[in-house]
Nanobody, 116 residues
Framework: VQLQASGGGLVQAGGSLRLSCGTT????????MGWYRQAPGKEREMVAT???????NYADSVKGRFTISVDIAKSTWYLQMNNLKPDDTAVYYC???????????WGQGTLVTVSS
């Protein structure tokens, strides 16, 4: 399983970015996909997760601003980030926990920088 993340960049506070993550293994019922982030000096934290069936979970800090979605046909999931804040600055990692493939898989990380 290989994950490829893209979409990070520099944006002003209040702006938007969309992150994408593709998997080489396809997406199947029972799989869980997600986005995590790690800011300098902090531990990695969950941002949002989504199941292949569409069930979602968000960190309180991003509720109402971020939306996770999945396109099973494209083996890709997304994180739409709106109303970005400087505190959202971090390296964002995509994650895949396939139901039928042992392991927990991570993308390479993409940097999101929000300027004030």
């Amino acid at each position: 399983v290989q994950l490829q993340a893209s979409g990070g960049g520099l944006v002003q506070a209040g702006g938007s970015l969309r992150l994408s993550c593709g998997t080489t293994s396809g997406i199947f019922s029972g799989d869980v996909m997600g986005w995590y982030r790690q800011a300098p000096g902090k531990e990695r934290e969950m941002v949002a997760t989504i199941t292949a069936g569409g069930g979602t979970n968000y960190a309180d800090s991003v509720k109402g601003r971020f939306t996770i979605s999945v396109d099973i046909a494209k083996s890709t999931w997304y994180l739409q980030m709106n109303n970005l804040k400087p505190d959202d600055t971090a390296v964002y990692y995509c994650n895949n926990r396939p139901r039928y493939i042992p392991g927990n898989y991570w993308g390479q990380g993409t940097l999101v920088t929000v300027s004030s």
